[in-house]
Nanobody, 122 residues
């Protein structure tokens, strides 16, 4: 059974930093794309960043480019999202997910975590 568990969310002031972690288990993720998404109240779930589990190739939404960094540690089956220069608009529930193909579209992702809340105060 595949499980994806996020951690690291919290409350931070604007300009601060947080690092999210996602531990994936239950299968081999070789060749998968691992992604971070977020959903703010009243808004659709949106793409944040993704990384090739094997290749390490990364891709970012324009809204976070230059501020967020996605990475993974294959040995620990863990993916990270380092978030710097946080803004109030970054406030959302952040989800990690896994897809069999390279994509930034949420409906392409097969496995999802339960989410972790990130709140950025002004």
């Amino acid at each position: 059974q595949v499980q994806m568990v996020e951690s690291g969310g919290g409350l931070v002031q604007a300009g601060g930093s947080l690092r999210l972690s996602c531990v994936a288990s239950g299968r081999t993720f070789s060749g998968y794309t691992m992604g971070w998404f977020r959903q703010a109240p009243g808004k659709e779930r949106e793409f944040v960043a993704c990384i090739g589990w094997t290749s390490g190739t990364t891709y970012y939404a324009d809204s976070v480019k230059g501020r967020f960094t996605i990475s993974r540690d294959n040995a620990k089956n863990t993916m990270y999202l380092q978030m710097n220069s946080l803004k109030p608009d970054d406030t959302a529930v952040y989800y990690c997910a896994a897809a069999r193909s390279w994509s930034s579209r949420p409906n392409w992702y097969d496995y999802w975590g339960q989410g972790t809340q990130v709140t950025v105060s002004s």
